[in-house]
């Protein structure tokens, strides 16, 4: 009886372990299908290479998005990454008890807000200060500042505990060397949290380059490549979610296209995120 | 002890402080010097495909709107992007108009629901539905129930121009299936439309499929849907093909801009040109 239960116990976690992979075979096979015969029915180099987006008249490029993600993410990084690092070192080194108690939660409390909310502030708040103080608005630099916002509690949190996770020897034995406590923080503690540090910033990347709601509402959504950090921006993301709604036959299937394009840039992040992981685990 | 607060407290004022400067208010420099900005709907959308017909934007069936319009693919942010930028101008359907933002004059021609029944405002389109002469008795009272008083005021009520009625509607003992297909900006309306002819007459199941005018149409001449959806007039080759056009709505769809902007009124020609991007400038279109 008990050896019954244990089998068919069993099955059931087998189960449950296979609904994950299964969700991302049919996945991955929905997009295969759905988007690669019209890749290639447009052309490879037509679509990721072509700089014209006018779906109505049979263009499909892509590249002008695909820029647009690069430079999004590219503008999050500037600015989310210095100030979660920076951050991380405060909480983790430098930080009273009480003042902790404080900024931990309220670091958590960021990763919570829906991505709806953010954008909604950003159209509100950011967009509009941006436009009177350098003349901006919708632009790359308002998806950047919004997404970099977003980012840090991935990055924060990592970096937190790849720091604290370097032993406390590095820090003592630089002090005991003479070094200041900030040097043997930036000089001693920081390289060795290196591999931490930049999990930390790839999983932030991956969050930046599948963020959508947000970046559709300040970032403009022209469909043409930026000629600087002051102009409008569509990203990958944006071009699927604003058309699929209307989209039907090529036009569709090209969004679809779209979504594997960013579907790959996914799984190469996440490769190099088990990459950096092992290599980190090697040491 | 007393360092933690001393950080804790400046580490509030520099929060307080950057709200403080995002929120402040902007320097209040004259909206006319400012360049336009030129807000749009996403490609394929029926309100920006309404719009750029109606405005001549549309050459050749190409949407010539400029590329450097910020997109968006809703009315709600297209409202508060406008709210929110005393140089901007959009456009939503008239149902969806909201006090935040003004809606200007159109040749001079406010719009509103009087002057759009009356055909004075130019920005107006139809809900059409189209249906062949051999409509089953089903499909033909479902058209009697969008023509009715109570079918009229749930478009009044969804936010729509209602035509004129007067005929009241009584649930008939049929029993079937009405199929329509079409426009995705007549669907909408219709989906309410057909939730209380089934609440009406439980045994009539509407079927409504979101195809876009032209295929609707290709559908009710194919015979594959009973009636057509089209938020545009039925097209005279369709008309030969054996479709007949009934209006159930009109809905209007209206320029809108900040309400700090001193324009009151634009020419439709003013208008075309700004979403040409001919004109880029306030301050162009104020002087004359």
Not at chain 1, 114 to 138: E, M
Not at chain 2, 29 to 56: H, P, W, Y
Not at chain 2, 78 to 96: K, Q, R
Not at chain 2, 222 to 227: E, V
Request: charged residues 20%; contains cysteine; negative net charge.
């Amino acid at each position: 009886m008990n050896k019954l239960k244990e089998k068919i116990m069993q099955v059931v976690f087998a189960m449950c372990a296979c609904a994950s992979i299964l969700s991302v075979a049919l996945i991955c096979l929905f997009m295969l299908t759905g988007g690669v015969p019209a890749m290639l029915e447009i052309g490879i180099g037509n679509f990721l290479g072509g700089t014209s987006w006018k779906p109505l008249e049979g263009l499909f490029g892509i590249l002008p998005m695909i820029i647009g993600s690069v430079y999004v993410t590219a503008g999050a990084l500037i600015i989310g990454v210095p100030i979660g690092l920076l951050c991380a070192v405060f909480l983790a080194r430098f930080c009273p008890k009480k003042a902790y108690k404080v900024i931990k939660p309220a670091v958590e409390l960021l990763a919570g807000i829906p991505s709806i909310v953010y954008g909604f502030f950003g159209l509100v708040v950011i967009v509009p200060f941006l436009r009177d103080t350098i003349g901006a608005g919708k632009s790359v630099l308002a998806a950047s500042i919004i997404l970099g916002i977003m980012v840090l509690p991935t990055i924060i949190s990592v970096s937190e505990s790849a720091i604290r996770a370097v032993p406390d020897s590095y820090y003592e034995g630089a002090l005991a060397l003479g070094a200041t406590k900030e040097r043997s923080i930036f000089r001693a503690v920081l390289p060795a949290a290196r591999s931490g540090i930049m999990a930390g910033v790839v999983l932030g990347i991956g969050r930046v380059i599948g963020e959508t709601m947000a970046v559709v509402m300040v970032a403009g959504n022209q469909a043409i490549i930026p000629g600087g950090i002051t102009e409008g921006v569509r990203t990958l993301t944006a071009n699927v979610v604003l058309e699929m709604a209307y989209a039907e036959g090529r036009h569709q299937e090209a969004l679809i296209a779209t979504a594997v394009v960013l579907f790959v840039f996914i799984l190469m992040i996440n490769l190099c995120f088990s990459l950096i992981k092992r290599k980190g685990g090697d040491k | 002890m007393r360092k933690s607060i001393k950080t804790t407290a400046v580490m509030a004022l520099a929060a307080s402080m950057t709200v403080g400067m995002m929120t402040g208010c902007g320097d209040s420099s004259s909206v006319a010097d400012k360049n336009i900005t030129v807000v749009s709907r996403e490609d394929g959308s029926g309100t920006r495909s309404a719009f750029a017909e109606l405005m001549g934007i549309m050459v050749d069936e190409v949407d010539k709107k400029i590329t450097t319009a910020e997109l968006t693919n809703s009315t709600s942010v297209m409202t508060t992007s406008v709210e929110g930028n005393d140089a901007a101008i959009g456009y939503v359907s008239l149902g969806s108009l909201s006090d935040t933002v003004k809606a200007v004059s159109v040749d001079g021609v406010e719009p509103t629901v009087e002057n759009i029944k009356a055909g004075k405002y130019k920005v107006s389109r139809p809900f059409n539905i189209a249906t062949k002469d051999d409509l089953s008795e089903i499909a033909s009272d479902f058209v009697d129930f969008l023509l009715s008083d109570e079918g009229q005021k749930i478009i009044t009520d969804e936010g729509y121009i209602s035509t004129e009625s007067g005929t009241s509607y009584t649930a008939t003992k049929l029993s079937g299936t009405v199929t329509l297909a079409g426009s995705t900006s007549v669907a909408p309306v219709m989906e309410v439309l057909a939730e209380e002819y089934m609440s009406l007459n439980p045994d009539i199941t509407v079927e409504i499929q979101q195809s876009g005018s032209s295929a609707g149409m290709t559908s009710t001449i194919q015979g594959a849907c009973d009636i057509g959806m089209a938020s545009r007039d039925v097209k005279e080759s369709e008309m030969a093909e054996g479709l007949t056009q009934t209006t159930i709505a009109m809905d209007g769809i209206a320029v809108i801009i900040n309400k700090d902007n001193e324009v009151k009124d634009l020419t439709s020609e003013q208008i075309m040109k700004i979403y040409l991007g001919e004109i880029t400038k306030w301050s162009d279109v104020t002087k004359k």
